[in-house]
């Protein structure tokens, strides 16, 4: 039965987010509860300094301050969006699980919301975890329209204390020009060789890192075909890291978002040696160590015991392939602040798998064989750098990929191109099944990395009934068209 709650929304969005609420709310909700307020979150532009430098970004931001949101599980979803921007925008729950209306996936979830225009969102959260929230529309991810969204669940201890660190790439560069430059550079590849943009030169491409250039007889990936400006870890560089306050001998749950547009980072603790908890929100036999991957879009919930004594300890990012980092630094007691410097020793490797292949989900899908199994070959040119799906580029009139309800599905993931590609999946966990032709239970999450000349599967329980996106998350390689849409047939 439905309840009266009010639910003043749009068309399509309304009946989903009410059918929602109604049937699959927890049956010790009493029905008479009156409904929660609304959270607002307002999109606007906003300005922070980038290394001396003014910026004028993008933000989502509650009336108080609050980037993104903090929740608790079994609560509804309950948001108001608010578009204070001067274009069209709407926002992604990256990792949720909401009627497919409600995806905020521009074109294929909803319109975009009118500047000056407001869409509303009701849906049940029915499990917690570390998830983010993003713009879906264009380019405007990259202006840093993205938030964290957490959510509490019984996880979480009450003697630990919760770090949210967003990590991200900026450059001073507008988006469009910075894809205008990439679409161009294989005009320029006979002069790619070592050519790089210098810093503070705006985002050029690196041309030495374009797809298609692998040099014969090296195993070497292309990475970071964009050069930015700056990486940020809560939008502040080493220059003027963030400080957070921790308790000596106490305990921290580091919860870190990748919400950069194309970069990939080792989380390096110093020190510290931590224990890796969960994956993109979902939960994963602990693993320690002092350096864990983390690719586009994909979180890692790191738990952490600060040692007694009084001291300094930074968490940093170090991009992958180079020296380049950002972080925070975590202070304990009145441990005395060092800079921590913008470079590594040392440049980083390129991510792979190995922690991928060791990681166990603590709750696996159900053995079951595969109902369906899509093959999906990651697929790209450095042609005027279109990317693709099995050498489809997305466009409007692609046919959805096809599922039923009810299904056990399985994708095949084959990266055909020589850079990496952190695909995810909308409205769905997966559970990744295979790496090349190693099958195992491995980590529920919702994105996953494919690197290249790797085989990845994963499967999932066809669950939640719509149109879905699959894609790239490296934003360009979205954008230039390694998209595509799943239907429940
Ligand atoms: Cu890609």
């Not at 490797?349 to 991928?356: F, G, I, K, V, Y």
């Not at 990929?401 to 056990?408: I, K, P, Q, T």
């Not at 695909?423 to 239970?441: E, T, W, Y």
Request: aromatic share 6%.
């Amino acid at each position: 039965m439905l309840s009266r709650r009010a639910v003043i929304t749009t068309a399509a969005a309304a009946s989903a987010g009410l059918r929602a609420a109604g049937a699959q709310r927890p049956s010790s909700e009493p029905m008479a509860a009156l409904p929660a307020p609304a959270t607002m979150l307002r999109l606007a532009r906003r300005s922070i300094d980038v290394n001396g430098k003014p910026a004028s970004v993008l933000g989502i931001r509650q009336p108080d301050g609050t980037f993104g949101i903090t929740t608790d599980v079994g609560t509804p979803f309950r948001v108001r969006v608010e578009n204070g921007i001067d274009e069209p925008s709407l926002i992604h729950w990256h990792g949720m699980a909401p009627p497919w209306q409600q995806d905020g996936v521009s074109g294929i979830s909803a319109p975009p919301i009118a500047p000056g225009s407001s869409a509303d969102y009701d849906f049940p959260l029915r499990f917690g975890g570390t998830f983010w929230m993003h713009s879906h529309q264009g380019l405007q991810e990259q202006q840093l329209l993205a938030a964290p969204l957490i959510i509490r669940d019984p996880r979480d201890r009450a003697d630990q204390q919760d770090v949210v660190v967003m990590l991200a790439d900026f450059s001073f560069t507008p988006p469009e020009q910075i894809f205008e430059g990439l679409k161009k550079m294989q005009d320029m590849g006979s002069m790619a060789s070592k050519a790089r943009g210098t810093p503070g030169s705006g985002a050029m491409p690196a041309m030495a890192n374009m797809p298609g250039m692998v040099k014969a007889g090296t195993d070497a990936p292309d990475l970071n075909d964009v050069k930015y400006d700056a990486f940020l870890a809560n939008d502040r560089t080493l220059a003027d890291p963030q400080v957070v306050k921790v308790e000596p001998g106490g305990r921290v749950l580091m919860r870190i978002i990748n919400s950069s547009s194309m970069s990939a980072y080792h989380i390096d603790l110093g020190r510290l040696e931590g224990e890796l908890v969960a994956v993109d929100g979902f939960a994963v036999m602990p693993l320690s160590g002092r350096s864990f991957p983390i690719a586009v879009a994909q979180r890692l919930d790191i738990r952490l015991k600060i040692p007694r004594e009084p001291a300094m300890h930074p968490v940093v990012a170090v991009l992958e392939g180079e020296r380049e980092q950002t972080g925070i630094v975590l202070q304990a007691g009145n441990g005395q602040i060092r800079r921590v410097p913008g470079l590594a020793a040392t440049a980083s490797p390129a991510l792979t798998l190995d922690l991928e292949g060791r990681l166990r989900a603590t709750r696996s899908l159900v053995a079951r064989k595969a109902d369906r199994v899509h093959t999906l070959d990651l697929t790209g040119s450095m042609s005027g750098y279109t990317w693709s799906i099995n050498n489809v580029v997305w466009n409007k009139d692609v046919p959805p990929l096809s599922v039923a309800n009810g299904e056990r599905v399985e994708l095949v993931l084959t990266n055909r191109t020589p850079m990496p590609h952190p695909m995810h999946l909308h409205g769905h966990q997966f559970q990744v099944a295979a790496i090349n032709d190693r099958r195992f239970s491995g980590a529920v999450r919702d994105t996953v990395l494919v690197p290249p000349r790797h085989r990845v599967t994963v499967a999932f329980d066809a669950d939640n009934p719509g149109l879905w996106a699959f894609h790239c998350h490296l934003l360009y390689h979205m954008e230039a068209g390694m998209f595509t849409t799943f239907r429940y047939v």
